[in-house]
């Protein structure tokens, strides 16, 4: 049976001494994802799909980058950099 949303969660475990990070799902959504990633051991099946999964990263897989919010006006003035740095070429 499929995890309710509820139910769902995914965990990252770092292990600092191999640089590795363990990771644990069972989110459809990250469960496609990290198939992309890397080989994943399949803990529950279901319909022939997994619906949780356990597998490794490399600490370089990882990203804790914050993500950018910009202004319109900060937008804007970017866009107008490229484009001068553009038509400089």
Known sequence: MAYSREEQETSLVFDNST?????????????????NLTELFVLEYEDDRPIAVKGSLTEKQVSM????????????KAAERLSKARNAL
């Open 19 to 35: 640089g590795e990070w363990t990771v644990y799902s069972t989110v459809p959504k990250h469960i496609r994802k990290l198939a």
């Open 65 to 76: 980058k914050k993500e950018r919010v910009y202004t319109d006006e900060q937008r804007e």
